[in-house]
């Protein structure tokens, strides 16, 4: 059977062009990583937290990043706000769910954001998707936790669930709506001793999902640039500082030739998922 491919670069073009508004009320350890990343792709990050003008500002953006790394009670009243706005203007939301999972507290804020307000992209590791999911899993602050299960189907199941698109990110980082499913094999392990690499891809997803109505692939397409930029940075450095520093670099300087080469999403139909468990 033959499936589509997604076009990485053709979305990456998009944002170069376009420069959306990607609106963040995101973590405090990782905000200014996230702002420079989104600024790296070509697009106009902003990070307006007050409750007096998240909503507004959620009103001229084309995109909404919620990422509960820190959260507060108020905190989290903010986001509900932002997002009601964005909710009325019909902008992609993206949750990053960093460290679902850890506590009971964040556990309930995430399920009142995912209950209150309509979540476009649900994006997290392993563990945090699948407390969200459901399972009696827990996470390592905000590290995913072992998690045996199969996630594919988790995927599948919330995405299902919740009408959104489902990411996991990991090795192999795994994007789901409730009838399609993609593999993005770009990436590398220095990824992993860098904090704050996983908040970035959450704002990456907001700066691809803000140029297309189509999110999966968006998602996908992110997440694979975002991967391929780090394959370049870790073959021009020497830690995970050098790293940092080449990531953003690479981001810059994507090249049509470096993503249409590089880029490894495999998209599966959800028949074709389902013809592969029997």
């Known amino acids: 059977m033959n499936t589509p491919k997604i076009d990485a670069y053709a979305f990456l073009k998009k944002v170069r062009e376009q420069k959306p508004i990607v609106h963040h009320l995101t973590n405090w350890v990782t905000i200014y990583d996230c702002a420079n990343i989104v600024k790296a792709f070509g697009a106009s990050p902003v990070m307006a937290h007050a409750p007096e003008e998240a909503a ?22 903010a986001m509900k706000l932002a997002a009601k706005s964005a909710n009325r203007k019909g902008i ?26 309509k979540i476009a992209v649900i994006k997290g590791n392993v563990s ?61 392990e220095m990824l992993t001793h860098v904090v704050g690499t996983g908040c970035m891809a959450a704002s990456v997803i907001g700066t691809f999902c803000a140029v297309s109505k189509d999110l999966l692939g968006a998602s996908a397409a992110g997440l694979s640039c975002f991967g391929i930029a780090a394959e370049l940075a870790a073959k021009q450095s020497r830690g ?21 080469k590089k880029q490894k999403i495999e998209f599966f139909p959800r028949l074709v998922v389902e013809w592969e468990r029997t």
Not at 96 to 117: I, N
Not at 245 to 260: I, P
């Open 56 to 77: 507004q500002m959620s009103s001229i953006a084309s995109s909404l990043v919620l990422n509960i790394g820190t959260l507060t009670a108020d905190f989290v009243e």
């Open 92 to 117: 992609p939301i993206i949750l990053d769910a960093c460290g679902a999972g850890a506590t009971e507290f964040r556990d309930r804020k995430s399920f009142e954001l995912l209950d209150q307000v």
């Open 128 to 188: 945090e998707i699948c407390r969200l999911a459901g399972k009696n899993v827990a996470t390592k602050g905000v590290d995913a936790g072992l998690v045996e299960e199969d996630l594919e189907k988790i995927a599948t199941a919330l995405a299902k669930e919740r009408k959104a698109i489902v990411v996991i990110t990991g090795k192999s980082d795994i994007v789901a709506d409730a009838n399609n499913l993609c593999r993005v094999n770009n990436g590398v």
């Open 240 to 260: 995970p500082a050098s790293f940092k520093e080449k990531l953003f670099d690479c981001v810059f300087n994507l090249s049509r030739q470096s993503v249409e």
